[in-house]
Structures are given as structure tokens and as C-alpha cells.
């Protein structure tokens, strides 16, 4: 099991730039100020020149390697308490020192803008200027290649160039359990998730090969030349426009529209695994406590994207060599995506079917934060990053005294016209956020035509009566729109919103759900 373990890590060696070293070296992750995870074995990795043997040691910890046929060396030093700062040595025929080694909570945090978006692109958010200006935390550490942060202590200083909400993800569980935190970034501006996924991975799935026979297609290359052309021609139509509008031509028309991009290319354009290859790979397999995730922005309306993120988490853990590795996500937040209103609500409920699917998984609710109708980058991030935070700390550490979940729906029963419907996570009771009727809540008869329903909280349940047209509901569902309460192109609320909520204010997931189920 041992050498298997080692075998997976060597596989990912290619994407490191394998080449004979006349010292020792370490990879970029390795590095003075670093923060390594406490409680676990440590793998510590690198090169040097064939068959040399290479010593790490750390505080009480130490272990040998020797450097393969092709540079290639790991050792695994046993498990550390929290604490530091220690010095790391690494030896061979030259010496490596690494300074300022702190040992505590490591998280990797990954997945596109939501969560690579530093801090200073939300200063204007409410209180986020002072957060900056008070970011004094030595001993959170920020660890991101793209941005320059190298362990980075947190400060005043380092911190606007960083993730947001790594940041406030990191700063709460600082704050919570009292030991030094660091925090690994690998994300992506508009990234998909077949971007995160190794490709031999990819090539082994169904949807991977019909992605890569389409993209190899003619038809494929034809639709993208003509996509190109498109663009050129409304490219020059709009220019045109814009110098009609600046002269004052009283006969400019309408702005020109850009055509959509055709189904063919927007589901299979995609890069695959290079963001694995050049961000992910070179810091695997770096002893972690868990994964962060907030992707999905760029897959909503994929059928599959609850296949493909188990296929992620499962290569990731497989590849760590750690076993199921906590993973927290979040629910991507309410948003005008498509002009099929419920392909939001489609993707939602693929984000927790996987969760259920994986094990040591969970996804953060969000239904309650953003700007639905004109914001896909919600500018509240420091509740993002707490939800995020209260999640691992309830489901990774143990805290039961830490509510991380809205409720979540369970049960439903008819009791005469009506639905009588349970949830995980209302064990103190539920409540309307705004203290109003509660809102967005459809039944459906036979025929499964939804109409509006009223809804009211007993206890730890809500009682659902029937439509005035639907004598006898068969199905029922909360909150089933990509942005309920909210029309497009106007900012604020236009109507009810969503506001079923537990004893600690977190929202009820979105679902949609039939007697029969």
C-alpha cells in the first residue's frame, strides 16, 4: 500500500518538470514562513542528483530518502502538535534551510472567481476596508504562486493583493481554534471544473471522450471559425455605432447584440486539466486538513457537473494519498445565468447530490447573499468565507456548539389538502427572516403544473396548504428559480424572497421534491 502511495505521487512528476539536480531543491510550496498541517504525516518532496541521500528534519521530527533514477526524492516526517516557529533542514550533499516554520491548520482553497477575487476588488463593501486595515495575523500564512504570496504573514501590507475568501475563511478559523492557519490558493478567474480534473483522468470518463471527439470534430471547427467571424462583423457594427452615437446622429439605432454562442461550442470549448497540470499538481501532495471549493459559475447548465465533481474529489484524495479528505463548497449564489429560470435550481441540487455521493462533504447555503439580478461576483465575501469557516468547523473539528447548515428538507407527508414537511437541521425550530408570510413555496398536482402555495412554521416543520386549483398536491418546491424575488435589471428585491431560515438565520436550501420520492 505504502509503494502504491508513492507510485500515485511519482505520476504527477512530469507536470513538475522532472530534471536531474546537481543540489537539493524543493518545490515553490516549500518555503521559509510555511505552515505545515499538524496531527498528520508531513510529505516533504523534491530532487537532487540520483541514489544521494537527503535528510529532513523539523523540531523532533526527521527522515531519510534517496533520490531515485531520476532526482526524484519524498519522505513523510511523522505527525507534529500545533506550534513553531522551528527551522527545517534539508540535506544532502548540500543544506537547505527553511526558517519561521509554523505548524498548524492547512487548508487548500480552489476554484474560480468567487474565490481567487483578492480583497481589494470589494473594499468598497461595507466594512471590508477596515478588515484590511486591521489584518495584523502573523501567524496566518498565505500561500498563493499566482499572486506572489510566498507564506506571506498576514498584514495590512499583504493582504489586499490576496483571495477574499481564503482570507476570512482562514481568519475565522483562526480566531476559533487558536493555532496557526495557513492557507494554499489555487484558482482561477473563470475556470471550469473539467479545468481542475487531470487529463488522463478526463479520458477515461464518458462525458471527457465526448468532449474530446467533439472538439476534434470538423463540424466543431467549422461552428468556431464562423463564431469568429461573428464576432469580427458585430466587432465592427458596434464600433460603428459608438462613433454614431459620439457625433449625435439622431438615426444610430439600438446598440448591436452579439448573437449567443452556439450550444456546440459553449458545452465543449472548455480547456481540460491544464489548471491541474500548472496550478494544482506542483503542490500535491502537501499535507492539508481539507479542501475549500467555489466553482460552478461556468458549468451551470451542465447535466453532468455532479459527475464531474466527483470525479474530482476522488482523483484529489486518490492523489493526496490521505483518504476522504474533508470537502467544503458553496452553494453558488442566486444569479440571471440563463434564460431558463430553473437551471440555477438544477445546478443547486447537483451540488448537494454529489456531496451526499462523496461522504466527508458539504455544501455552504447562499441563497441569501449577493445581487442576483446583476452580480455573478457577490460582494459580501466575508460571509462566504465564515460559512465556509463554521462549516469545517462543525463537520472537520468536531464542534457541535456551531451551526454551519440551513435546513435542509427531509420529509413530506399530506395531511388532508395539505403537505406537512420536515428538515435536517431545524431541531431549535424555524422562523421567516423578515418576520413575513413565508414566500416561494409551489405545489403541483397530478398534471405537474406548479402554482403558488401559502406556507406555514409548526415547530420544526412547515405546513404547505394546497393551491386553490390543486385539491390534492403530489409534489412541492421552495425557493425553484436561478433569482426568486429579484427581476432583471433591477437592483434590490421586487417582491418576497426567500425566507425560510433556521434558529441561527441560515437559509433553507432551495429543493424540489414528489410524494413518490
Same mark, same amino acid.
Given at each position: 500500500k505504502h509503494m502504491k502511495k508513492h507510485l500515485t505521487w511519482l505520476a504527477l512528476l512530469p507536470a513538475l518538470a522532472l530534471t536531474a539536480h546537481a543540489e537539493v531543491t524543493l518545490p515553490d510550496v516549500f518555503a521559509s514562513g510555511m505552515v505545515l498541517q499538524r496531527e498528520v504525516p508531513v510529505a516533504v518532496w523534491g530532487f537532487a542528483n540520483p541514489g544521494e541521500k537527503v535528510r529532513v528534519a523539523i523540531a523532533d521530527a526527521s527522515a531519510e530518502a534517496v533520490a531515485g533514477t531520476n532526482g526524484a526524492w519524498r519522505v513523510d516526517l511523522p505527525a507534529m502538535p500545533a506550534g513553531g516557529p522551528h527551522t527545517m533542514t534539508v540535506a544532502g550533499k548540500n543544506t537547505v534551510q527553511l526558517k519561521d516554520v509554523l505548524v498548524g491548520e492547512v487548508w487548500l482553497c480552489s476554484g474560480q472567481s468567487n474565490m481567487s477575487h483578492p480583497i481589494k476588488f470589494y473594499d468598497i463593501?461595507?466594512?471590508?476596508?477596515?478588515?484590511?486595515?486591521?489584518?495584523?495575523?502573523?501567524?496566518?500564512?498565505?500561500?498563493?504562486?499566482?499572486?506572489?504570496?510566498?507564506?506571506?504573514?498576514?498584514?495590512?501590507?499583504?493582504?489586499?493583493?490576496?483571495?477574499?475568501?481564503?482570507?476570512?475563511?482562514?481568519?475565522?478559523?483562526?480566531?476559533?481554534?487558536?493555532?496557526?492557519?495557513?492557507?494554499?490558493?489555487?484558482?482561477?478567474?473563470?475556470?471550469?471544473?473539467?479545468?481542475?480534473?487531470?487529463?488522463?483522468?478526463?479520458?477515461?470518463?464518458?462525458?471527457?471522450?465526448?468532449?474530446?471527439?467533439?472538439?476534434?470534430?470538423?463540424?466543431?471547427?467549422?461552428?468556431?471559425?464562423?463564431?469568429?467571424?461573428?464576432?469580427?462583423?458585430?466587432?465592427?457594427?458596434?464600433?460603428?455605432?459608438?462613433? +454614431?452615437?459620439?457625433?449625435?446622429?439622431?438615426?444610430?439605432?439600438? *446598440?448591436?447584440?452579439?448573437? /449567443? @454562442?452556439?450550444?456546440?461550442? #459553449? &458545452?465543449?470549448?472548455?480547456?481540460?486539466?491544464?489548471?491541474?497540470?500548472?496550478?494544482?499538481?506542483?503542490?500535491?501532495?502537501?499535507?492539508?486538513?481539507?479542501?475549500?471549493?467555489?466553482?460552478?459559475?461556468?458549468?451551470?447548465?451542465?447535466?453532468?457537473?455532479?459527475?464531474?465533481?466527483?470525479l474530482m474529489v476522488a482523483t484529489w484524495r486518490r492523489l493526496w494519498g490521505r483518504g476522504a479528505i474533508p470537502f467544503h463548497s458553496v452553494q453558488i449564489a442566486p444569479c440571471g445565468y440563463k434564460a431558463d429560470f430553473f437551471v440555477l435550481p438544477d445546478f443547486w441540487e447537483q451540488q448537494m447530490r454529489a456531496a451526499k455521493a462523496m461522504g466527508a462533504s458539504w455544501v455552504v447555503p447562499s441563497i441569501d447573499i449577493g445581487e442576483p439580478t446583476?452580480?455573478?461576483?457577490?460582494?459580501?465575501?466575508?460571509?462566504?468565507?465564515?460559512?465556509?469557516?463554521? +462549516?469545517?468547523?462543525?463537520?472537520?473539528?468536531?464542534?457541535?456548539? *456551531?451551526?454551519?447548515?440551513? /435546513? @435542509?428538507?427531509?420529509?413530506? #407527508? &399530506?395531511?388532508?389538502?395539505?403537505?406537512?414537511?420536515?428538515f435536517h437541521h431545524a431541531d431549535d425550530g424555524l422562523a421567516a427572516s423578515d418576520g413575513q408570510p413565508l414566500a416561494w413555496f409551489e405545489v403541483a398536482g397530478k398534471d405537474g403544473k406548479f402554482a403558488s402555495a401559502s406556507a406555514m412554521i409548526e415547530g420544526d416543520a412547515?405546513?404547505?396548504?394546497?393551491?386553490?386549483?390543486?385539491?390534492?398536491?403530489?409534489?412541492?418546491?421552495?425557493?425553484?428559480?436561478?433569482?426568486?424575488?429579484?427581476?432583471?435589471?433591477?437592483?434590490?428585491?421586487?417582491?418576497?424572497?426567500?425566507?425560510?431560515?433556521?434558529?441561527?438565520?441560515?437559509?433553507?436550501?432551495?429543493?424540489?421534491?414528489?410524494?413518490?420520492?
Open positions: 463593501h461595507p466594512g471590508v476596508k477596515e478588515d484590511i486595515a486591521a489584518a495584523d495575523f502573523p501567524t496566518l500564512r498565505l500561500y498563493c504562486k499566482q499572486t506572489g504570496h510566498r507564506w506571506a504573514p498576514c498584514s495590512p501590507a499583504t493582504l489586499p493583493d490576496f483571495s477574499a475568501v481564503p482570507f476570512y475563511f482562514g481568519r475565522e478559523l483562526l480566531r476559533e481554534l487558536d493555532v496557526p492557519v495557513g492557507l494554499v490558493v489555487c484558482a482561477q478567474i473563470g475556470s471550469a471544473i473539467e479545468q481542475w480534473i487531470p487529463m488522463d483522468e478526463i479520458e477515461k470518463s464518458d462525458w471527457g471522450r465526448k468532449m474530446i471527439e467533439v472538439q476534434a470534430s470538423e463540424a466543431f471547427k467549422a461552428a468556431q471559425l464562423e463564431l469568429r467571424r461573428e464576432n469580427e462583423a458585430w466587432t465592427k457594427k458596434r464600433q460603428m455605432w459608438e462613433m +454614431s452615437v459620439a457625433v449625435g446622429m439622431e438615426d444610430s439605432g439600438q *446598440v448591436p447584440l452579439r448573437k /449567443p @454562442v452556439p450550444a456546440l461550442i #459553449a &458545452r465543449n470549448q472548455r480547456q481540460l486539466g491544464n489548471l491541474f497540470s500548472s496550478s494544482l499538481a506542483p503542490v500535491i501532495p502537501y499535507s492539508v486538513r481539507g479542501f475549500a471549493w467555489y466553482q460552478g459559475e461556468a458549468n451551470v447548465g451542465d447535466a453532468d457537473y455532479a459527475e464531474k465533481l466527483e446583476f452580480n455573478i461576483h457577490p460582494p459580501n465575501k466575508r460571509e462566504f468565507g465564515r460559512r465556509l469557516a463554521r +462549516s469545517a468547523l462543525a463537520n472537520t473539528y468536531g464542534r457541535k456548539d *456551531v451551526a454551519w447548515s440551513g /435546513p @435542509v428538507f427531509k420529509s413530506a #407527508a &399530506r395531511e388532508g389538502s395539505a403537505l406537512r414537511l420536515q412547515v405546513v404547505v396548504s394546497g393551491a386553490p386549483a390543486i385539491a390534492e398536491p403530489v409534489a412541492v418546491r421552495y425557493a425553484w428559480r436561478q433569482t426568486p424575488g429579484y427581476t432583471a435589471g433591477v437592483f434590490g428585491p421586487t417582491g418576497p424572497v426567500p425566507n425560510l431560515v433556521n434558529s441561527a438565520g441560515l437559509p433553507a436550501y432551495p429543493f424540489q421534491t414528489s410524494l413518490s420520492h
